[in-house]
């Protein structure tokens, strides 16, 4: 991906965390849906049919399988970040591979030179 592309991913992914806390009125408490319906009992707003639950990136998803994800309120800001944090180790990840590869070149060239520098010219 482009380094634009990339910064316009980021830019979005700032956004749904900041946009989650937006509607919240202060001073007043959120009724989570599973204090509502139980994990497993909830039905499609569209069709009515019972949901499936899955577990992703830590946060539980209902699944209609017609009309699809069906997100409680903060749990896409949860799953963005979970996405973040999964992105960040694998780049720290990679660069601790390329730090360990530098590393052996590094040993290996200090081989040679010491090699070379006993031999005569």
Do not use: Y
Not at 35 to 41: N, S
Not at 77 to 96: G, K, T, W
Request: aromatic share 4%; with cysteine.
């Amino acid at each position: 991906m482009a380094a634009g592309g990339e910064r316009q991913s980021w830019e979005f992914l700032s956004w749904v965390g900041q946009s989650d806390q937006a509607g919240k009125q202060p001073g007043t408490t959120t009724v989570c849906n599973s204090e509502l319906v139980p994990e497993g009992q909830r039905k499609c707003p569209i069709c009515g049919e019972t949901m499936l639950s899955t577990r992703q990136h830590g946060v539980l998803i209902d699944v209609c399988e017609t009309h699809g994800l069906w997100l409680d309120r903060g749990e896409l800001a949860d799953v963005v970040r979970e996405i973040r944090n999964a992105d960040i180790r694998l780049h720290v990840q990679r660069m601790e591979q390329e730090a360990d590869k530098l590393q052996r070149v590094m040993q290996l060239l200090a081989k040679v030179l010491e090699a070379s520098h006993g031999q005569p010219n």
